[in-house]
């Protein structure tokens, strides 16, 4: 089975901080993707890599970025965390471009 | 570009009772389509998947869905709900052919199991 980790699952901190959410995948997948989930909006893709050192902006890359130094590891990185980046992130990768993805569990971040 | 409505926030259904979420898509050609279920606090699961053929599909759970292209229509379905199909679930839709731009998701629909 394919496995998505991501780092935490809950993370609390202050306006202005870096945040570092890490996602590692096992299943030597090309593709991985960030997305944030809040109510009402359902997901929205952040960020995307289809290779190492590859990125992508998605629908919302704004106040984030990516980094992809190995195949399985992802991390995205808030440079300075506001209050509206607290939400539901969620880290996910596929074999293919179009493929089934696969999700981690999620970090749920709180920007105080 | 794809986009996805799933038409319904809330449903409410009776335990043993027929389920169907509506999944209606916009995109040019025939699509790569996807459930996903998610279960509170929970990453996102996949239920099932259409790339071609048939356009009836089993998934786990007991759950299938139907393409039907005239009405770009990606419904899911499943005989007999129990209480521990209460989660959330996602249609996703994904364009064939280029590169890897991830998915489109509806906003979701939050499925209720009245006892």
């Known amino acids: 089975d394919v496995k998505v980790t991501q780092s935490s699952r809950y993370l609390v901190k202050r306006t202005g901080e870096k945040v570092f959410l890490e996602c590692v995948q096992d299943?030597?997948?090309?593709?991985m993707f960030w997305y944030r989930q809040d109510p009402g909006l359902g997901l929205r893709l952040i960020y995307f890599s289809y290779d190492v050192k590859m990125k992508e902006k998605g629908d919302i890359p704004e106040g984030y970025s990516v980094s992809r130094e190995k195949k399985e590891r992802f991390s995205l990185i808030l440079e300075s965390a506001s209050t509206n980046q607290t939400s539901m992130y969620l880290c996910a990768s596929s074999l293919g471009p179009k493929g089934t993805q696969y999700f981690g569990p999620g970090t749920r971040l709180l920007v105080l | 570009a794809q986009s996805v409505t799933q038409p319904d926030i809330h449903i409410t259904v009776s335990e043993g009772a027929s389920l169907e979420l509506r999944c209606n898509y916009s995109y040019g050609a025939t699509p790569y389509l996807f459930w996903y279920v998610q279960s509170p606090g929970q990453g996102l699961q996949l239920l099932l998947k259409y790339f071609s053929g048939d356009t009836l599909v089993q998934g786990i759970k007991g759950f299938e869905a139907e393409f039907k292209r005239s009405q770009s229509s990606f419904n899911l379905r499943k005989p007999s709900v129990h209480w521990s199909d209460a989660a959330e679930y996602f249609c996703?839709?994904?364009?064939?052919?280029?590169?890897?731009?991830?998915?489109?998701f509806g906003k979701g629909t939050h499925l209720i199991i009245q006892p």
């Open positions: 996703a839709v994904g364009a064939p052919g280029g590169g890897a731009d991830g998915l489109t």
């Open positions: 299943m030597d997948h090309e593709n």
